[in-house]
């Protein structure tokens, strides 16, 4: 088809070749208005976060023998850093164990399509989700409701009144 050609052509005629081209070429994922959905689900505008950013997210092998990978994800904000290692238990179903830092007591919270699942950081900011389903993740440190038990010093450094919250964008599990 020449130049000319297209001037013969009305605006929806060139848009529905284009469409039918890039379709038959290079065809939208199956599930991505479900995907951008569950993103926009989990976006929580009302709530105050610090947005942390991926820093690093690589794939190794678990050990030398073995033949399972770990999946390892970094993110960071300007006063939290959290690093995860996700494995898979299955196809649909995988282990998170995280660390915060600088380590403190918090409340994790994994969000994927409407539904949480919950774990905490310890004093030294070690934390897991035994079983996860694979999906599209967020996770949401927040602050816990309890003080600490007796004998567990707060090292906290929030000041008195003041909430922390810090949150992931979404991510695949």
């Known amino acids: 088809m020449s130049e000319s050609d297209f001037s013969l052509l009305d ?5 529905d070749r284009l ?5 038959a070429r290079d065809p939208m994922p199956h599930d991505l208005p479900e995907t951008v959905l569950v993103a926009l689900a989990l976006d929580d505008l009302d709530a105050d976060y610090e ?3 991926l820093v690093q997210h690589t794939r190794e092998l678990a050990g030398t023998r073995s033949q399972s990978e770990a999946l390892t994800i970094v993110f960071s904000g300007v006063s939290v850093w959290l690093m995860m290692q996700v494995r898979a238990l299955s196809p649909s179903e995988r282990r998170l164990d995280g660390w915060i830092s600088p380590a403190r007591r ?3 919270s994994v969000r994927q399509d409407g539904v949480t699942w919950e774990s905490r ?3 030294q900011g070690r934390f897991e989700l035994p079983r996860l389903p694979s999906g599209l993740s967020r996770v949401v440190l927040s602050d816990l409701d309890e003080p ?4 567990e010093p707060d090292e906290d450094p929030a000041e008195e009144g003041e ?4 949150a992931t964008p979404a991510f695949e599990l």
């Not at 909430?163 to 810090?166: D, I, M, S």
């Open 163 to 166: 909430t922390l919250q810090f």
């Open 121 to 123: 950081a310890d004093a």
């Open 11 to 15: 605006d929806h005629t060139t848009y």
């Open 106 to 108: 918090l409340r994790v």
């Open 51 to 53: 947005l942390l950013h």
């Open 19 to 23: 469409t039918r081209m890039w379709d």
């Open 148 to 151: 600490p038990a007796d004998g």
